[in-house]
């Protein structure tokens, strides 16, 4: 279809509007990191007049923020091999397999993201106090608390996706597989997840996009020594002080990782998601 000279005036001034509402407050985080504490807190102007990397250094010594970056790290990649390993099984075996109760499965799975994160704080919470009195297991204020606690977010949507994606791949191809001496799992690891490796790239940034920049349950489920870095950016505000100069530039080394590896995988990621979300 030829579009109209109209409908390209309409789309650059939307696709400007989006552009500006994006790139300005990144431009001001930029600047802001690049500016003396008492220039952010003065008077505000577009362009920093004394520029200074001392807040991309003053930073780590503020917070322990190298501590907050492993911590996220720790939890953030094995939230998300997690989510992804068990995400394939089970979306292999709602895919492939026809079994009771696999409707309900499904529409169980699905309709578990349509309750915010907020409702199941305190359930979680109960639970891993009455899991620490009735087994000593300690997941209250621990990475592993931590991990369980997103992989109940991150794992529904990534069965549901993965699921999708699976259905878009030829049965064919499995029964090749079985053919040739494969079983369900040989078909599964030599031959699905081959050609399923946009889906399970869209899984695994999900995943990990959903752990790195959480905040509720990180501020309840974390002490101290285990704190992450989306809690830790709090403390960069004191009783007597807010360092906003240094808050700025840690967000920015904050958000290297997801944008990186979102730039790395963009196209696999956007193919992963259409696939996945139609069937």
Request: hydrophobic share 55%; glycine share 6%.
């Amino acid at each position: 279809m030829r579009e109209t000279q109209g409908f390209k005036i309409y789309r650059g001034v939307v696709l400007t509007v989006l552009g500006l509402f994006v790139l300005v407050p990144l431009y001001v985080m930029i600047t802001s990191s690049l500016k003396p504490l008492k220039d952010v807190q003065g008077a505000f102007s577009w362009w920093p007049s004394n520029l200074t990397l001392a807040p991309f250094v003053d930073m780590w010594k503020t917070v322990p923020l190298a501590r907050y970056f492993v911590n996220s790290t720790i939890v953030s990649v094995s939230a998300t091999v997690f989510s992804v390993a068990i995400a394939i099984l089970a979306a292999f075996a709602v895919s492939r397999f026809r079994f009771r109760g696999r409707t309900a499965f499904t529409t169980t799975v699905l309709s578990t993201q349509m309750f915010p994160g907020v409702l199941f704080l305190l359930p979680l919470f109960l639970i891993f106090v009455n899991i620490n009195n009735s087994f000593g297991l300690q997941l209250v204020g621990t990475r592993l608390g931590l991990i369980i606690t997103y992989l109940t977010f991150s794992l529904p949507f990534s069965i549901w996706m993965l699921a999708g994606y699976f259905d878009s791949i030829p049965r064919e191809l499995d029964e090749a597989a079985l053919v040739d001496g494969c079983g369900p799992m040989g078909a599964l690891w030599r031959v699905v997840l081959p050609a399923a490796r946009p889906g399970v790239i869209a899984v695994a940034i999900y995943s990990f996009m959903t752990a790195w920049g959480e905040v509720l349950f990180a501020s309840v489920m974390t002490t101290e020594a285990n704190r992450t870095l989306s809690v830790g950016l709090r403390q960069y505000s004191t009783q007597t002080n807010i360092y906003w100069n240094q808050i700025m530039a840690a967000a920015l080394v904050v958000s290297v990782p997801v944008v990186i590896g979102f730039l790395l995988a963009q196209r696999h990621f956007v193919a992963g998601v259409t696939a996945g979300a139609v069937k």
